[in-house]
């Protein structure tokens, strides 16, 4: 074995808009927007943002 410390992963990670999980950006799913940008760290965090967005609009609405 070595002493030597493991190096930080060089690649960027970004945050997940839902669970705030990091992720590497280069495995993030981006929707885009034409106001924003944002990064799920897959399709069930994606789905739970727009469930989420759907039942704030609704109750908005009421």
Request: charged share 25%.
């Amino acid at each position: 074995m070595t002493d030597k410390p493991i190096a930080p992963s060089a690649e960027p990670k970004i945050t997940c808009a839902v669970c705030r999980h990091e992720v590497p950006l280069s495995a993030a799913f981006t929707p885009e927007g034409a106001e924003y940008v944002e990064h799920f760290c897959g399709l069930e965090c994606y789905q739970a943002f727009v469930a989420e967005a759907k039942r704030r609009e609704a109750a908005g609405k009421a």
